[in-house]
């Protein structure tokens, strides 16, 4: 039973590329999170969607990023013109959904971006 | 106020130390609370969720002071398998909202 898997680990980038990380989630789960981590800080939350929904980008900055889970396949986060604050450790979280209460979010190894 | 607070350390403790960590947060509403560990370049795994009443799993006991919005852990007979950054996480809501993550304190254990 495969984890939450992330590709790719590592991305390095220079200023003004697109940067594209996928997540699939484990087997069963239709729930997604997406969390950045820049050097030295906490998680924090950028997005969280269900299959071919955003539920939630509150975290999400404003331009340049956008994040979707289509019916098939890996969610993508999709980072336009990359600049050296993009720099981070972006993890992904699965989820299942049983109603009411907290359901444990399982997250992936992260892909690291490197702006250049 | 930051959502969440953790003393970010270092704790630099000798093997067999007891060690606590302390965490506050903001948000009255949160429902869920945990402890995860994080080693270095890793992902954040879930130790254990932290309730009212207190709960222990091994050397470790989480508890949750509502009231004071205070949440501790502590590490009884410290290994030097145990030197990570322990992270205090509040879930934002109720049922499939955000975590929220403090900074993380780090622990070293030490032979």
């Known amino acids: 039973n495969a984890g939450v898997m992330q590709n790719p680990r590592h991305l390095v980038r220079r200023r003004g590329q697109e940067a594209r990380l996928r997540c699939s989630p484990m087997k069963g789960h239709s729930h997604v999170y997406w969390y950045r981590q820049l050097p030295e800080e906490g998680l924090k939350f950028m997005v969280y969607?269900?299959?071919?929904?955003?539920?939630?980008e509150s975290g999400m900055p404003k331009e340049r990023f956008s994040a979707e889970f289509p019916k098939e396949g890996p969610s993508i986060l999709r980072i336009q013109q990359v600049v050296r604050g993009d720099s981070a450790a972006y993890f992904c979280?699965?989820?299942?959904?049983?109603?009411?209460?907290?359901?444990?979010?399982?997250f992936g190894p992260g892909t690291r971006l490197t702006v250049l | 106020r930051k959502e969440v607070e953790q003393d970010p350390g270092p704790f630099n403790v000798p093997e067999g130390a007891t060690v606590a960590f302390n965490c506050t947060y903001s948000n009255s509403a949160s429902q869920s609370f945990f402890w995860y560990r994080q080693d270095c370049r890793k992902e954040p795994k879930l130790l254990m969720s932290?309730?009212?009443s207190g709960n222990e799993d091994g050397r470790f006991t989480a508890q949750l002071n509502r009231a004071s919005q205070y949440i501790s852990l502590l590490i009884r007979d410290s290994k030097l398998s145990d030197s990570a950054t322990y992270l205090c996480?509040?879930?934002?809501?109720?049922?499939?909202?955000?975590?929220?993550f403090g900074k993380g304190t780090r622990l070293s254990v030490i032979a």
């Open positions: 932290v309730y009212s």
């Open positions: 979280a699965s989820t299942t959904y049983a109603g009411a209460g907290y359901n444990e979010q399982f």
């Open positions: 996480v509040v879930e934002r809501g109720s049922g499939n909202t955000p975590l929220v």
């Open positions: 969607l269900q299959k071919e929904n955003i539920i939630d």
